[in-house]
């Protein structure tokens, strides 16, 4: 069964924008909410100033969960950017990804309106969820 998303505008025009704001380099942060309800979007800085890679001291990633937590709501899904390529996971991203449980949101800015794509992954294979935008 197809797992479908729900974010509102609002959301979604942050993530779009926290990515352009970080071109030429890879953006990163986490997607929290309840369920398939996304209800906060959390910036994260790439240590890594790369437009292939990104990396977040595990500390700020631990500091922002419990954030999250404390907010009664779970990460839902790890984001990050694609500048010039596609919104599909790479191999890299695949091998990295840190827990089955949480979804994987990739916005590319390959063309010139940015493509937002949801994943769950299993097992290094991914499978692409619907997003609804309200």
Known sequence: M???ITLSKDIYQKVIAEGENNLPYEACGLIA?????????WPLQNQLNSSTRF???????IETVKCIENRKEQVL?????HPSTKPVPSPYDLSHHPDD????VIVSYKYSLPQIKWYQIKNKIYKECTIIIN
């Open 33 to 41: 909410g309840y369920h398939h309800q996304v209800t906060s979007f």
């Open 101 to 104: 449980q949480v979804g994987m």
């Open 55 to 61: 990396f977040v001291h595990k500390q700020k990633v």
């Open 2 to 4: 197809e797992k479908v």
């Open 77 to 81: 899904a790890v984001f990050h950017t």
